[in-house]
T-cell receptor, first 115, second 116 residues
Framework: EPEVTQTPSHQVTQMGQEVILRCVPI?????FYWYRQILGQKVEFLVS????????KSEIFDDQFSVERPDGSNFTLKIRSTKLEDSAMYFC?????????????FGDGTRLSIL | AQTVTQSQPEMSVQEAETVTLSCTYD???????LFWYKQPPSRQMILVIR??????QNATENRFSVNFQKAAKSFSLKISDSQLGDAAMYFC?????????????FGKGTKLSVKP
C-alpha cells in the first residue's frame, strides 16, 4: 500500500539555524498537510497546500515557516531561525481530496530537536 | 472554533476483552466528519474508523465500532476482542464539512495498553 514518507526521522539542530523537513506524499494525492505534536500535547495543524499554494494555515504557521513543492514529488516544510519551542514531532499528511470523509494519510513523522 | 476532548489519558484492557475510548467535541456546525486514528509506537498515524455526522448509523470496521451521539457531541470508540496489536495512542479528530476547512482537529489522545 502506498505510504507517505518523511525524512529525516530525527533532526537535531542548533537554535537559530534553518531546518528543512521533507515529505513525499502519496503519488495521486492532491492535498498536503503539515501537523506538529509537541511532546505530551495534541497534534496541531500547521498548514495545508493545494495546487502549489497554501490553502489554509493556523496561527502557529507564522513568517518563520514556509512550505514548498519544489518538484512533482516532494513537499517540504522550512523553519527559519529555529527556537527551542520548535522542538516537536512534525507529521506530513496527504489526501486525494481536501474535504469530506476521505482520510488523510500520515507519514512516520520527523522528530525535530532544537538545542 | 471547534475543540476535541479526550478525557482518558490512559486506558488498559485485558486481551480479548472490550474497551471503550471516550471523545467529546464542541462545534456549532451541523455537518462534519469524525475520525479515530491509531498511532502505534512506530509513530505513523493510521485511520481506524470514520463517521459522517449526517449519518445516524454508527460506523463499524471489523472489531472497531463507534457510538456517535450527535446531540451529546460524543464519539466514543469501542474495541472488541482486544489484541496485543491494538496497543497504541488513539486520537479522536474532527473535520469540518465543505469550505476550505480541510484540516483535522485532534484531541490529546488516549494511550491504550493491552495486557496479555
Amino acid at each position: 500500500e502506498p505510504e507517505v514518507t518523511q525524512t529525516p526521522s530525527h533532526q537535531v539542530t542548533q537554535m537559530g539555524q534553518e531546518v528543512i523537513l521533507r515529505c513525499v506524499p502519496i503519488s495521486n494525492h492532491l492535498y498536503f498537510y503539515w501537523y506538529r505534536q509537541i511532546l505530551g500535547q495534541k497534534v496541531e495543524f500547521l498548514v495545508s497546500f493545494y495546487n502549489n499554494e497554501i490553502s489554509e494555515k493556523s496561527e502557529i504557521f507564522d513568517d518563520q515557516f514556509s512550505v514548498e513543492r519544489p518538484d512533482g514529488s516532494n513537499f517540504t516544510l522550512k523553519i527559519r531561525s529555529t527556537k527551542l519551542e520548535d522542538s516537536a514531532m512534525y507529521f506530513c499528511a496527504s489526501s486525494v481530496v481536501g474535504q469530506g470523509s476521505q482520510p488523510q494519510h500520515f507519514g512516520d513523522g520527523t522528530r525535530l530537536s532544537i538545542l | 472554533a471547534q475543540t476535541v476532548t479526550q478525557s482518558q489519558p490512559e486506558m488498559s484492557v485485558q486481551e480479548a476483552e472490550t474497551v471503550t475510548l471516550s471523545c467529546t467535541y464542541d462545534t456549532s456546525e451541523s455537518d462534519y466528519y469524525l475520525f479515530w486514528y491509531k498511532q502505534p509506537p512506530s509513530r505513523q498515524m493510521i485511520l481506524v474508523i470514520r463517521q459522517e455526522a449526517y449519518k445516524q448509523q454508527n460506523a463499524t470496521e471489523n472489531r472497531f465500532s463507534v457510538n456517535f451521539q450527535k446531540a451529546a457531541k460524543s464519539f466514543s470508540l469501542k474495541i472488541s476482542d482486544s489484541q496485543l496489536g491494538d496497543a497504541a495512542m488513539y486520537f479522536c479528530a474532527y473535520r469540518s464539512y465543505g469550505g476550505s476547512q480541510g484540516n483535522l482537529i485532534f484531541g490529546k489522545g488516549t494511550k491504550l495498553s493491552v495486557k496479555p
